[in-house]
Structure formats: C-alpha cells, structure tokens
T-cell receptor, first 112, second 114 residues
C-alpha cells in the first residue's frame, strides 16, 4: 500500500535560516500529497497540498513541489521564524482515496 | 461549533474497562475520520465515514474497536476491554466531501490505560 517517509527530527534552526524537511513516498496510482502542521497546544492543520505531478503547494512562505520522478514532496522555507516552531507531518492519500497516510512527523525548533 | 470538537480531552481508565470517545465534526461535513497516535509514532488511520456509513474500516486494530456515526454528525469510537497498548491520542477529523478538500482535526482525546 501507499506509504510515506519523512526525515527524523528534531530540526533545530536559528531564525532566518533556510529550512528543508524531506519527504518521500511510495504509491500506486496518483495520490494527492499534503503537509500538515501542529503548533504547540493546537490541533493538526493543513499547511499546503498538491494534487498532481509538478504542482507546487505554497502557504505562509512554505513551498513543496510534487516530484513524481523522485517520488518526493520536500517542504522548504527560505527564512524561518520562531513562530514556525511546530511538528510537521507529510501525508498522502491511500490507494482507495479514503484516508490520509501520515509520516511520523518532524519537530522543528527555531530560536531567535 | 467552529471546529471539530472531541471529548473527553483526557481519559484514564483501568485495563479491561470499556471507553467511549466522542467526536463532533464541523457542521455539514460529510466525511469523518478517526486516527490514533501513539507516543513517538505517526498517525494511524482507523476508520472513515461518509455520511453514516463506513466504507473503510480497515485500520481498526481488533474487534475490540468499533465506531458509529449518527445523523451524519456525531461519531463515537468505542474500545472494549481496554489494554495498555491502547494508550494513545485518538484524533478525529472531518472534511466537506473528499480528502482533496481540507481535513480539519480536533485536538484529540488522550487515553491512558493503567
């Protein structure tokens, strides 16, 4: 079945540093790809998504491009802020399209 | 309410007891999902509802787990004869139609089995 692997954390950065969180997937067919974020004390929320190859999702300065040739959906941000400290989850739709399959999450900690 | 609401937020129960976890999705959302997150692990899919029916319950780990949804609204996840390995955060999410519309998550119920 479909699966996703994301880099282990924690990732610790200084403010204004460049961020990359790697995510690769294994899938049958053409899943949709997502990044969800969980800020401290809050529920999971959608950060960005891409529904087909070469699509770029973007939100709040974060970007990720659906790369079918490398089966990847890496999350990037050019200049992180302290307020970006959170747990980030990569996800894709399962083969039946009935559920999201999540990675284990990557904790990002940004210091000023 | 404005978001997905889950209750209780925390539940401590003795091994062998039954527990019920409740989810109130966003009004009008036809799709509802239950997930489990064990400590240090990713989210495990449990069950998906479309309306009041469950076309995908493949993630339920054993026959001790069951869920229902009524009135295309509230859902209840029931765990019978709880075991220590059931300790986890149970998350509920809802979306307007399919997964390509945003799924909104509740804050979860933290279940501890002692």
């Amino acid at each position: 079945g479909n699966s996703v692997t994301q880099m282990e954390g924690p990732v610790t950065l200084s403010e204004e540093a460049f961020l990359t969180i790697n995510c690769t997937y294994t899938a049958t067919g053409y899943p949709s790809l997502f990044w969800y974020v969980q800020y401290p004390g809050e529920g999971l929320q959608l950060l960005l998504k891409a529904t087909k190859a070469d699509d770029k999702g973007s939100n709040k300065g974060f970007e990720a491009t659906y790369r079918k040739e490398t089966t990847s959906f890496h999350l990037e941000k050019g200049s992180v802020q302290v307020s970006d400290s959170a747990v980030y989850f990569c996800a894709l739709t399962n083969q039946a399209g009935t559920a999201l399959i999540f990675g284990k999450g990557t904790t990002l900690s940004v210091s000023s | 309410g404005a978001g997905v609401s889950q209750s209780p937020s925390n539940k401590v129960t003795e091994k062998g007891k039954d527990v019920e976890l409740r989810c109130d999705p966003i009004s009008g959302h036809t799709a509802l999902y239950w997930y489990r997150q064990r400590l240090g692990q990713g989210l495990e899919f449990l069950i998906y509802f479309q309306g009041n029916s469950a076309p995908d319950k493949s993630g339920l780990p054993s026959d001790r787990f069951s869920a229902e949804r009524t009135g295309e609204s509230v859902s209840t996840l029931t765990i019978q004869r709880t075991q220590q390995e059931d300790s986890a955060v149970y998350l509920c999410a809802s979306s307007a139609q399919t997964l390509n519309t945003e799924a909104f998550f509740g804050q979860g119920t933290r279940l501890t089995v002692v």
